[in-house]
């Protein structure tokens, strides 16, 4: 019998529907029951291409011993943490402040006012390395709330207590400054890895939003060792195991530090950080490299997780059914030698293993090899090459596929926005510009829909119950004012504008802190605030670029203050953890050298358009439009007429202004960065 999920549109939760667990959606009326019964919430919450979550489902949720054991002592709640970030974020702090560690699947038991009172994540159907079994906790939570609920209370109460106490401290006044920046650049410096590339040891995350600072502190100062640590970086990870050597796309991470082996999971806000990234690179370092793995990944993107309306998916599964029908990890992407004989015969077979690092003992399980570019195989003939990535990729695709997660992630659309529209700008390519538009098509009319406020999700074009958080706001605005710099359309900033309001009015509190939540969301154990870069920027950095660069484009002061003092976090973070504040540091880079406002009088899509949009100063905007109506679109084509009746462009900053130019060499010059 299915349960309550089979209503919700979470592809997560749908995972869940069948399970003979009694599983309720988070609501007031899963713990309402739970008053009723007088017995604890269990809170399980995933994301749908989470491995351990799937194992912890297969051998404990589908189980009926333990299933009925839960319904008879728990409400238990389901929660995908793609939808309801919120949520997540209370509770994955509560659960690294009482073990020192996170992760999901997260378990977490609270008491029917959601106070949370013992934690974990994954645990074992059988007791193993010393973790109880789940059925275990389940009857030691259970004795704990029937002979010691005194005891459970005030654990609770202490929990909470102690995370309302951690008010967050936002590094007071001012903004970053050169001082802030250079100890960040030193940071990173000290822990970035010279042999393999990329920071810190293994695991190895791809540091897309670091690697966009050490861009625009380059084109902003000309430090050439940051160049080099971000160009050294991006080709030791396209060249490894964690890009798909023959789809385009990156994985999550590597499980070591040489990004040979990944974990196949691939997620849309990886690859469109990462799509963005290498775009970025080749118009600093004009890379052949950089161009291939951004238009390939742009278009794996395109390929692989574009919806029927026009959004994009948000993850690929690592996991896939192999030769016998067995689910796991990895198995659509790697590859054996006598597989390589099967579909190319033994001569191109021998060429491939050498050219892709495929070898008798395997780099994963069982023999296999993840494909990567070792670079040991000499001077390559490309027609070759090309072939034979051809023909395995046909090969491939014939394989089980890797389940797809449907659901359209407000924020992870408009990073995919920004990337799309640029490097479709950047490459001539106007079908991704086109794509990019027709996913803010999408953003506007389901997300915005009739309600004007962001929705979190929508699957099949059916808006979700969630809320949009700041991330949506801010990485949504980002990608408008992307694709209105690309297409010329100034609605497109109208409606940042109107996002970016909705951030001033409902995310900021004193100060210039941001919130995670809008002031009228639903109320939790605690108000979510993180200004932490991880695996996407933070709603708090994403939010103050998107306002940074809006003030730039209309003169806001409103906005412009609101960006200074969001950005009062990274002063305080960046000198301390550059790793995590990246997005942060190239939004203050942007605020050090502006950011320039770039008017172009002349035809969108002509030549100084192009030559503004390929401008390497951290953050600039650019406007271009012709005709009396373009200061209607954008304020700043206001009084910007054509020199000599030619295309004319402007370049001003901290408000002066250079002398305008019809010349694109001289225009290029203007915005090299320094």
């Given at each position: 019998?299915?349960?309550r999920l089979a209503?919700?549109?979470?592809p997560?939760l749908l995972?869940?529907?069948d ?7 988070w609501?007031?009326e899963?713990?309402?029951e ?9 809170l399980?919450?995933?994301?749908a ?10 051998e404990?949720f ?7 054991y ?5 409400v238990p709640?389901?929660?995908?943490r793609?939808?309801r ?21 997260m378990t ?6 959601a ?18 079994s789940?059925?275990?906790v389940?009857?030691?939570?259970t ?8 005891e459970?209370?005030e654990?609770a109460?202490r ?18 400054g050169?001082?802030e ?10 822990e ?7 920071f ?6 791809p ?40 789809g ?61 309306e ?7 599964d690592?996991?896939?059914e192999?030769a016998d029908g067995?689910?796991?990890?990895g198995a ?7 597989q390589?004989?099967?579909v ?5 077979a ?17 023999g ?5 570019l070792?670079g ?5 003939d ?10 395995l ?7 089980p ?12 659309n408009g990073?995919?926005?920004a990337a799309?529209?640029e490097?479709g ?9 086109e ?9 506007v009319?389901?997300h ?5 406020r ?14 949009g958080v700041?991330e ?8 408008f004012?992307?694709?209105a710099?690309v ?8 409606f940042?504008?109107f996002?970016?309001?909705i ?6 509190g004193e ?15 605690r108000?979510p605030?993180?200004?932490?870069d991880s ?7 994403a939010?103050?670029g ?10 806001s ?10 950005l ?21 880079e942007a ?11 002349g035809?969108?899509g002509?030549?100084l ?10 953050g600039?905007v ?5 005709g009396p109506g ?5 304020p700043?084509?206001?009084d910007r007429?054509?020199?000599?009746g ?5 370049v ?7 002398a305008?130019?019809?010349?694109a ?8 960065g320094?």
């Amino acid at each position: 019998m299915a349960n309550r999920l089979a209503q919700t549109t979470s592809p997560y939760l749908l995972q869940h529907a069948d399970n003979p667990v009694d599983w309720w959606p988070w609501s007031p009326e899963a713990f309402e029951e739970a008053r009723k019964r007088d017995v604890p919430v269990l809170l399980s919450v995933g994301y749908a291409s989470c491995h351990w979550c799937h194992v912890m489902a297969h051998e404990s949720f589908e189980d009926e011993t333990v299933a009925a054991y839960l319904n008879a002592h728990f409400v238990p709640v389901k929660v995908d943490r793609e939808e309801r970030p919120d949520v997540d974020a209370v509770y994955m702090e509560a659960v690294q402040a009482a073990t020192g560690h996170g992760g999901w699947p997260m378990t977490v038991f609270l008491t029917p006012d959601a106070e949370p009172f013992y934690f974990g994540t994954y645990f074992p159907p059988e007791p193993r390395h010393g973790s109880p079994s789940f059925q275990q906790v389940l009857e030691g939570v259970t004795a704990a709330w029937t002979d010691r609920r005194d005891e459970v209370a005030e654990v609770a109460g202490r929990i909470v207590a102690d995370l309302a106490g951690r008010s967050l401290v936002h590094g007071g006044d001012g903004v970053p400054g050169e001082s802030e920046v250079a100890q960040a650049l030193l940071g990173l410096t000290r822990e970035y890895d010279e042999q393999h590339g990329g920071f810190g040891g293994a695991p190895k995350f791809p540091p897309a939003m670091a690697v966009e600072f050490l861009l625009r502190h380059y084109a902003r100062t000309g430090a050439e060792g940051a160049l080099q640590m971000a160009a050294d970086t991006c080709t030791a990870m396209a060249r490894g195991g964690i890009y798909d050597q023959l789809g385009g796309g990156f994985a999550r991470y590597s499980v070591d530090r040489e990004w040979i082996v990944p974990h196949f999971e691939k997620m849309l806000y990886d690859n469109a950080l990462l799509c963005r990234v290498y775009a970025h690179l080749w118009r600093t370092t004009g890379s052949d490299e950089a161009r291939r793995i951004a238009l390939e990944t742009a278009d794996f993107m395109v390929r692989e997780l574009r919806t029927a309306e026009g959004g994009f998916a948000s993850a690929l599964d690592a996991d896939s059914e192999d030769a016998d029908g067995k689910h796991v990890e990895g198995a659509y992407y790697v590859w054996t030698p006598a597989q390589l004989r099967e579909v190319l015969g033994e001569d191109d077979a021998a060429f491939a293993a050498a050219y892709f690092g495929v070898s008798e003992d395997g780099t994963f399980e069982e023999g296999a090899s993840v494909l990567r570019l070792p670079g040991d195989a000499g001077p390559v003939d490309a027609a070759r090459v090309a072939g034979v990535r051809a023909r395995l990729l046909a090969a491939r695709d014939e394989r089980p596929h890797p389940g797809r997660d449907d659901k359209v992630v407000a924020a992870w659309n408009g990073l995919a926005i920004a990337a799309l529209a640029e490097t479709g700008a950047y490459f001539d390519r106007p079908d991704l510009v086109e794509r990019a538009t027709e996913a803010a098509d999408l953003l506007v009319r389901v997300h915005l829909g009739e309600v004007a406020r962001l929705t979190r999700t929508s699957k099949d074009g059916r808006a979700g119950d969630n809320a949009g958080v700041l991330e949506d706001y801010g990485d949504v605005a980002e990608g408008f004012l992307a694709l209105a710099a690309v297409t010329g359309e100034g609605a497109w900033l109208e409606f940042a504008g109107f996002l970016l309001d909705i951030v001033l009015e409902q995310f900021t509190g004193e100060g210039g802190q941001l919130y995670d939540t809008a002031h009228d969301a639903e109320q939790l154990i605690r108000r979510p605030q993180d200004p932490t870069d991880s695996a996407t920027p933070s709603g708090w950095t994403a939010a103050a670029g998107a306002l940074l660069s809006y003030a730039a484009y209309t003169g806001s002061e409103a906005h412009r203050t609101a960006a200074e003092g969001a950005l009062g976090v990274v002063k305080a973070l960046g000198p301390r953890v550059p790793r995590f504040v990246g997005w942060g540091l190239a939004v203050a880079e942007a605020l050090l050298d502006g950011p320039r406002e770039v008017a172009i009088a002349g035809p969108v899509g002509g030549e100084l358009h192009r030559t503004a949009l390929l401008g390497r100063a951290p953050g600039a905007v650019v406007a271009a439009g012709e005709g009396p109506g373009a200061g209607a679109e954008f304020p700043l084509l206001v009084d910007r007429p054509l020199m000599g009746g030619e295309p004319t462009a402007y370049v001003c900053r901290h408000f002066v202004c250079d002398a305008p130019t019809n010349d694109a060499g001289e225009l290029a010059a203007k915005l090299g960065g320094r």
